[in-house]
């Protein structure tokens, strides 16, 4: 099994920034070789692709959304991964999922991914 926390959420003004964190453990060895991705969902919406890393942080896919705002990044060492947010909206509003998905290609697809955190909100006020 493989458990995925967040950590890193909060309220912030529009045009501040946030660093949310994913901590993994359990299967930590194998994780280090999955793709490992955040997601968001905001209320009364369904959840979306925000970015994704590859086992080795050397293929990175962004939506359209989080293009020159975010940025993804990994520590295989501490079995972690990171979301930098910078000039955040108020339409970033959500609460945001980190997953891993056993593959090692960066996949946007939210089936692809079989493990999950539990979320944490991220509010923006404008």
């Known amino acids: 099994q493989v458990q995925l926390v967040e950590s890193g959420g909060g309220l912030v003004q529009a045009g501040g920034s946030l660093r949310l964190s994913c901590a993994a453990s359990?299967?930590?060895?194998?994780?280090?070789?999955?793709?490992m991705g955040w997601f968001r969902q905001a209320p009364g919406k369904e959840r979306e692709f925000v970015a994704v890393?590859?086992?080795?942080?050397?293929?990175?896919t962004y939506a359209d959304s989080a293009k020159g705002r975010f940025t993804i990044s990994r520590d295989n060492a501490k079995n972690t991964v990171y979301l930098q947010m910078n000039s955040l909206k108020p339409e970033d509003t959500a609460v945001y999922y980190c997953?891993?998905?056993?593959?090692?290609?960066?996949?946007?697809?939210?089936?692809?991914?079989?493990?999950w955190g539990p979320g944490t909100q991220v509010t923006v006020s404008s």
């Open positions: 997953a891993t998905a056993p593959v090692s290609w960066s996949t946007i697809v939210a089936n692809d991914y079989a493990y």
């Open positions: 359990g299967r930590t060895f194998e994780i280090n070789y999955y793709t």
């Open positions: 890393s590859n086992w080795s942080g050397g293929t990175i």
